[in-house]
Structures are given as C-alpha cells and as structure tokens.
C-alpha cells in the first residue's frame, strides 16, 4: 500500500490546452473523490466514483471538465479549453467505503498561463 | 447546508507553548468533524475524527479536539507545540446523512511555530 498516487506533479500549460491528471487509489478502495484547492482556501468537492460509476459533481465541474473511473481503478481527471481561472491544486482522495477516512494523494498543481 | 468556519486565518505561537486553532460549524444536526493538516508538498492528512461518540478527541501528534454542541464549536488544541507543527490546518464537515460522505473544508489556518 503506497498511498494515493496522483500524476503529474506539476503542470504548466497555455490557455486554451486540454490537460489531463491521474489518480491511483489506495489499491481496494472502492471510492474515489477529486477535489479543487485555489491559493488560500480549502479544497472544494467536484466529484465522487464508487467503484466505476460516477455518482455526483459539484456545480463547481463545467462542462469542460470530465472524469472517469474505468474498471473501477485509478480514475482521471480532464479539463479541455483551459482558462487562466482553473490555475488549482487538483486532490484526490480514496476510501475504503464512504463512511471511513478518506486519504488523500498530494495533488496535482496546474498552472495555466 | 452544512459549512464550518475557522475563526483565524493564522495562529503565531513559540515552540513549547500552547496551540489553540478554532473551528466553529453550521449543521442542522448532528455532522462528522475532522481535522486536517497541510505540509508543503505533501497530501492531507487527518489528525483526527468525531463521529458523535466521546465529544474530546484525541488525534495524532498531541492533538486533540473538543466537540461542543452548545457552541457550535470543534476548536482544535495541543499542550505543547514543536516546529514540526508549522503547516495549514483545516477544520472539515461531513454530513452523516448524504451518500457521498464529501468533505466540506473551512478555509484553513496557518501555524507558525516561533523558535
């Protein structure tokens, strides 16, 4: 068990670009969350997998973002035609059920020029 | 709709001394409260969870917190500071009652810990 693995670590990209992030899950854990940290806030939920199915997005996730949890494992997280205003850390976070302590991967930093 | 506030966006204390981090929350009833911490380049983690069983929590690395309903409160405490404490802290609701178990964040607090 190496925790929830989350890549890349950084990225830089122009306006307008499509990016896309990964998120490894703690091997097992069914449910999978992705969350969005601005520079002097908290994170704030975008949207939650059990198993393969996603179950809800916050109003937070235009529709120029999209994500996806194929056969259940690592899920990822894409943002097309991206703007100056998506410049976050991108969370991810995996449980066992959703009653227990979600874990937390150390994010994905994008910055959009 | 359920939402927590963290009274102090930073909290300067010396090396040895008392930390209190306070948290208040907004709840229509009884909500899960947890403690997050921060460290530059590296994930949350918790510190420490209530889920309406004893209302004084004790977390990891000294930390405790005290779940008070007629203050609303969930104040995060530790006898003693070290450096190593130095970080971003959130205070974080859940509602017990809504299938995703999302987390809702406060906006957080910075420790810094003087030596």
Redesign the interface.
């Known amino acids: 068990d190496t925790?929830?693995s989350q890549d890349p670590r950084h990225k830089i990209t122009k306006r307008g670009q499509n990016v896309t992030f990964r998120c490894d899950p703690i091997s097992e854990h069914n449910?999978l969350?992705w969350?969005r940290q601005t520079l002097?806030?908290?994170?704030?939920?975008l949207t939650?997998f059990q198993n393969e199915a996603q179950?809800?997005k916050s109003r937070l996730l235009s529709d120029r973002f999209s994500a996806e949890r194929p056969k259940g494992s690592f899920s990822t997280l894409e943002i097309q035609r991206t703007e100056q205003g998506d410049s976050a850390m991108y969370?991810c976070?995996s449980?066992l059920t959703?009653?227990d302590?979600?874990?937390?991967?150390?994010?994905t930093r994008l910055s959009v020029l | 709709a359920q939402s927590v506030t963290q009274l102090d966006s930073h909290v300067s204390v010396s090396e040895g001394t008392p930390v209190l981090l306070r948290c208040n929350y907004s709840s229509s009833y009884s909500p899960s409260l947890f403690w997050y911490v921060q460290h530059p380049n590296k994930g949350l983690q918790l510190l420490l969870k209530y889920t309406s069983a004893a209302t004084l929590v004790k977390g990891i690395n000294g930390f405790e917190a005290e779940f008070k309903k007629s203050e609303t409160s969930f104040h995060l405490t530790k006898p003693s500071a070290h450096m190593s404490d130095a970080a971003e802290y959130f205070c974080v609701v859940s509602d017990p009652m809504d299938s995703s178990y999302k987390l809702i964040f406060g906006s957080g607090t910075r420790l810094l810990v003087r030596p």
């Open positions: 925790g929830v449910r969350y969350y002097g806030q908290g994170p704030e939920f939650y179950l809800e969370l976070a449980s959703g009653a302590v979600g874990y937390f991967g150390a994010g």
